[in-house]
Structure formats: C-alpha cells, structure tokens
Nanobody
C-alpha cells in the first residue's frame, strides 16, 4: 500500500535551516509528482512546493520561493524539502502528499517550529 513518512522537523531560530524528507513506498515513485503542504495552527492547509514526475520540474508558493528547494531522488523514492532563511511564519506541520490512481495520500506530518 502507499506509504509516506516525513522526517526532519524540529525547532530552529529564525534565519536557520531545516531539511525535511519524505520517504515513500507502495507506488512507482518516478511516475508521480510529490507535493509538500503545511498547516499552521488555526489556518487551512496550504501548498508549499511540488516536484513533478516530468523531468522534476518544480513549483513553489510565492511565500517560500527563493528560500525553499524541493528535490527528488527516484532511486531512493524520497523527496526532500530544503528550507533556508526560515521565518517565524513558516511554523507549521509539514506534510508530503502524492496523488496516485486518482486518490490522494498524505503522510502523518512533521512539526517545524521557528522561534524569533
């Protein structure tokens, strides 16, 4: 079955960096786009970044563009979100998501907390 597991979250000061990983299994990773979303307390879940299955083309939310970098390793079936120049407003639970066979699959999330 499809499984997604995020890791790498934690507490960091503003201006710092974190590297999130999404380890996957149960589907043909190289044929699926991988997305990162986040949800801050009291807010709706929002799109952060995507790495497309098609040549790894990437997309970013305006709020993170230039600070975050998404990448994928098809051999390891893993997607990574490198987050630099973190801001307090980046504090959220970060989720990876894939759409496979017309169904959405989410990981359990990893908490990122940025202190001022």
């Amino acid at each position: 079955q499809v499984q997604l597991k995020e890791s790498g979250g934690g507490l960091v000061q503003a201006g710092g960096s974190l590297r999130l990983s999404c380890a996957t299994s149960g589907f043909r990773f190289s044929y699926v786009s991988v997305n990162w979303f986040r949800q801050a307390p009291g807010k709706e879940r929002e799109f952060v970044a995507q790495t497309s299955w098609n040549n790894g083309i990437t997309y970013y939310a305006a709020s993170v563009k230039g600070r975050f970098t998404i990448s994928r390793d098809n051999a390891k079936t893993t997607a990574v979100l490198q987050m630099n120049s973190l801001k307090v407003e980046d504090t959220a639970v970060y989720y990876c998501k894939v759409r496979y066979n017309n169904a959405d699959y989410w990981g359990q999330g990893t908490q990122v907390t940025v202190s001022s």
